[in-house]
């Protein structure tokens, strides 16, 4: 099982879209850095295809430093030592950069 | 220095944070004031997420650019445009903006872009 990370908006690079479409069953996505963006409401459509044993996360810095509220509840808020936990985890990490 | 002024715009298309760019937007927008010469900043695409209000960018060890952003009417710098399509795409709504802004569609724009002498992208 592979933990994906990006930290890129869906617009500045194709890295979203990508691992998107590189995700399995059991795999995780966490959203860092400017990748938090992808959370906001407008960009929730394209997460509804993921299989439900997929577990999506972002790191809760990343989201308060941009003053992102009210974000896609799909996404479970996550902090450093939550990260290292994933990262852990999982026997594989991705980064989509 | 001469008498003449150009009209200047920044156009503001990245997210803040992820890289310098709307940092160093903000200190050419500063230069371009100490000068006096009329400025207008424009933000499209990510550009649009440097507006999103009360950043604690101390959670990630940087400086906060919302308040910035927020000072820059007692600068003069009060002419601040926005993609309304931007907005749209990423969910924002334009009350979610706590500053003074101007929405333009596609056409108001490229009207923008025409009005000016000089124009900065970052």
């Not at chain 2, 009417?73 to 334009?94: F, H, K």
Request: proline fraction near 3%; glycine fraction near 6%; aromatic fraction near 8%.
């Amino acid at each position: 099982m592979t933990l994906h990370l990006i930290n890129k908006t869906p617009s500045e690079s194709s890295a979203l879209s990508d691992s998107l479409s590189a995700v399995s069953e059991g795999d995780a996505l966490l959203l860092i850095e400017n990748g938090v963006y992808a959370a906001l409401p407008g960009y929730a459509a394209l997460f509804t295809r993921l299989p439900g044993s997929v577990q999506c996360y972002l790191l809760e810095n990343d989201a308060q430093a941009r003053g992102l509220k009210d974000l896609n509840q799909e996404f479970r808020q996550i902090d450093y030592d939550g990260f290292v936990e994933l990262s852990c985890r999982y026997s594989k990490v991705v980064s989509w950069f | 220095m001469s008498d003449s002024k150009k009209s200047f715009l920044i156009i503001n298309r990245k997210a803040p944070y992820g890289s310098s760019a709307a940092r160093d937007a903000l200190d050419v927008a500063l230069t371009i004031s100490v000068f006096e010469q009329p400025l207008s900043l424009l933000f499209l695409d990510d550009g649009v997420l440097q507006l999103l209000p009360e950043h604690n960018a101390a959670a990630i060890g940087q400086k906060n650019l919302s308040a910035n952003l927020a000072m820059l009417e007692m600068y003069d710098i009060d002419q601040l445009y926005v993609c309304s399509r931007a907005l749209e795409q990423r969910g924002i709504r334009p009350s979610d903006i706590k500053l003074n802004i101007t929405l333009l569609d596609q056409n108001g724009i490229a009207t923008l872009i025409k009005q000016q002498d000089q124009v900065l992208s970052f």
